[in-house]
């Protein structure tokens, strides 16, 4: 039977104890100073331990545990075989956990119970007793820093579309913030705090807002919804020049424009009252002629008594049937007769009575002047 011997040897150069194995001597043990111990293989020192109890492995400890590894090696692996009773690493501080991960892979950092909290949102959790947050530092200011946060699907492996289902980037040096959905950018809000939904920059003519949405194909840009019966306001509004300089301004509350951006109406409060405008300027008109046959458009127009379908009270009001003021002042009615929208869905014709005024003025000073041609013959026949 073969024998291993080891043998105690002192460094004639440093006179350091080592222990030494027959026939491999650049593997050792050595003790390299007072209450000081490391291991070498290869002539080379793997592992020390220093007079402190620091472990210091690939490197001299400067803490309780230093590992430091050569380019392409790994660094540390912590193998559990089988499932632990509580957890798999835990990192105390006065007893306390400030890094644990249980025996099901969850991570919690100032916590020892990440099971605890909602299971939807227990892969990490962070815990404190007051301000608590994660900071994300790119460590640059240039164009190309982003700090992200990137929801993926499935394990990446479809592609950009896996990999980046969601986001929520930082764009330093620009200084903006982006939302992801779907593989595309919805919203972002710029460095001046302006909000971009679906579109990424401010429309031509209009830059002084501080939010813009923008749709197309018929799809509307804004929905609001009041949810019950209980009496209150889908939409407030105030301006804080509406009623100032002792009640002398008002504000504009609402600003409408067509496709050049050029303003065609407005809706303006004051201190107690609101005004609903178009443009009207004569700058904006040409071709300006008086109407001539008034009273014969509203001889035309069939005021009617009705109740609306689905008005389950049935009340019945005054009104006017769109198509039938469409053939007098086509003008006040938007919509076709009998349009839909689907096979299930109505394009509802609509009328805008305040296009009815001018009509019924002219007709109004056509009844005047014929009342006051017969008021003169009337007053000349009793003075004859």
């Not at 644990?100 to 605890?116: C, L, M």
């Not at 949405?213 to 009041?226: D, M, Q, S």
């Not at 100032?244 to 201190?271: C, D, E, K, L, P």
């Not at 008034?294 to 009340?315: C, E, H, Q």
Request: charged share 20%.
């Amino acid at each position: 039977m073969s024998q291993t011997k080891v043998q105690l040897i002192k460094d004639a150069a440093t006179s350091e104890d080592s222990i030494i194995h027959d026939g491999d001597t650049n593997t050792k043990i050595r003790f390299p100073a007072a209450d000081t111990i490391s291991a070498e293989t290869g002539g080379s020192e793997r592992l020390r331990v220093d007079s402190s109890g620091r472990v210091g492995i690939g490197k001299t400890p400067s803490s309780t545990l230093d590992i430091e590894t050569s380019s392409n090696s790994n660094g540390f692996n912590l193998n559990c075989i089988g499932t632990p009773a509580n957890y798999f690493f835990n990192v105390r501080d006065d007893n306390v956990s400030k890094f644990y991960i249980d025996s099901s892979g969850r991570v919690g950092i100032g916590t020892s119970s990440p099971s605890s909290f909602d299971s939807s949102a227990d892969d990490l959790v962070i815990n404190g007793s007051g301000n608590t947050g994660i900071t994300i530092n790119s460590g640059a200011t240039t164009s190309t820093s982003e700090g992200n946060l990137v929801f993926a699907e499935g394990n990446g492996s479809g592609g950009s579309a896996d990999e980046w289902r969601g986001a929520i980037q930082y764009k330093h040096g620009d200084d903006y913030m982006r939302f992801y959905t779907n593989n595309a950018e919805r919203m972002r809000i710029n460095s001046a705090g302006k909000l971009f939904v679906n579109c990424t920059d401010t429309f031509s003519g209009l830059t002084n807002g501080k939010m813009y949405v923008e749709t197309a194909n018929g799809v509307p840009g804004l929905v609001l919804k009041h949810t019950n019966d209980n009496d209150g306001n889908t939409i407030e509004m105030q301006h804080q020049r509406a009623g100032a300089n002792s009640g002398a301004y008002s504000g504009f509350q609402m600003s409408f424009r067509n496709n050049a951006g050029t303003q065609v109406g407005t809706i303006t409060s004051s201190v107690n009252a609101t005004a609903y405008n178009t443009s009207s300027d004569y700058r904006l008109k040409e071709n300006v002629n008086p109407i001539t046959n008034g009273i014969t458009k509203v001889k035309n127009l069939i005021p009617k008594r009705f109740n609306f379908i689905a008005d389950p009270s049935k009340k019945v009001i005054d009104g006017f049937i769109a198509h039938e003021v469409a053939t007098v002042v086509p003008e006040a009615v938007t919509g076709e007769k009998d349009e839909m929208r689907s096979d299930s869905e109505i394009a509802v014709q609509q009328l805008d009575t305040s296009k009815l005024i001018p009509v019924l003025t002219a007709a109004l000073k056509e009844a005047i002047a014929k009342i006051e041609t017969l008021e003169t013959k009337v007053a000349a026949l009793e003075a004859a």
